[in-house]
């Protein structure tokens, strides 16, 4: 083949060949001729270069545990890590919580106004997930429900660390931000397991009282005594 005279940059959150296989999209099986490059989350190098970059050029600098905080809840993520930088940056320059005693206040203010620019970006992740997805998101986001971990399929896994959403740490998979962490428990306290859903509450009323009084199938037992879900209470689907 010669020198191409035209060239395609296709920016997708989907794999071409997920993408081309969309009945909705008229389509040719094209994916086979792009050579495709992954944007993944960044290094703590990476994303602490990031930051003093920036900073250097306001001429201004953040003490360690501003940054510790800003990757925590950024998560190595380009686009949050900027976001969560861009309000430790106000506390400095506009709030004046320059002072050590301040990094409480410094922090909450950070994370408050986080919360609200990330959510949408969450809510957005979420529903572009698959049913797989989204079990694999709520089990390593929930620590009680680690007994599951070893059921979350590798394809669920690969796709949500392609996507940037997870990232693996020390042999195991975590969420890639503590705010991403707290939503996925707070907003999503139910997870789809073997056509049961365990509902994560810190009070549960007792079983029994959930199914009504209907004597308890034993798929359900088996499962409570598979994992010692004794935390749990859990609502047919």
């Known amino acids: 083949a010669g020198e191409p005279k035209l060239t395609y940059i296709i920016s997708t959150s989907m794999p071409l060949m997920d993408l081309t296989n969309n009945k909705e999209i008229p389509d040719s099986p094209f994916f086979n001729i792009f050579k495709t490059g992954r944007l993944c989350l960044y290094t703590r190098e990476e994303s602490e270069g990031l930051i003093n970059k920036l900073l250097q050029q306001a001429g201004i600098g953040f003490v360690p545990e501003d940054i510790d905080y800003i990757l925590d809840i950024g998560g190595m993520?380009?686009?949050?890590?900027?976001?969560?930088?861009?309000?430790?940056?106000?506390?400095?320059?506009?709030?004046?919580?320059?002072d050590q005693g301040d990094r409480k206040m410094r922090h909450d203010w950070v994370k408050a106004q986080f919360i609200l620019e990330a959510i949408p970006h969450f809510s957005y992740y979420w529903k572009r997930s698959t049913e797989k997805e989204k079990k694999a998101l709520v089990i390593l986001a929930t620590p009680r429900m680690s007994g599951l971990i070893s059921s979350i399929k590798k394809k669920a896994l690969s796709a949500l660390e392609h996507r940037s959403l997870i990232r693996e740490e020390d042999g195991h998979y975590k969420i890639f931000s503590s705010v991403f962490e707290e939503w996925l428990r707070e907003e999503f306290s139910y997870i789809a397991d073997e056509g049961i859903v365990p509902c994560l509450r810190d009070d549960p009323q007792p079983l029994i009282d959930i199914l009504d009084q209907e004597e308890i199938p034993w798929e359900i037992l088996d499962l409570l005594k598979k994992h010692q879900y004794e935390p749990l209470c859990y609502l047919r689907l």
Do not use: N, Q
């Not at 993520?77 to 320059?98: C, D, Q, W």
């Open 77 to 98: 993520h380009p686009f949050f890590v900027r976001l969560a930088g861009s309000f430790m940056f106000e506390t400095y320059v506009s709030k004046g919580l320059i």
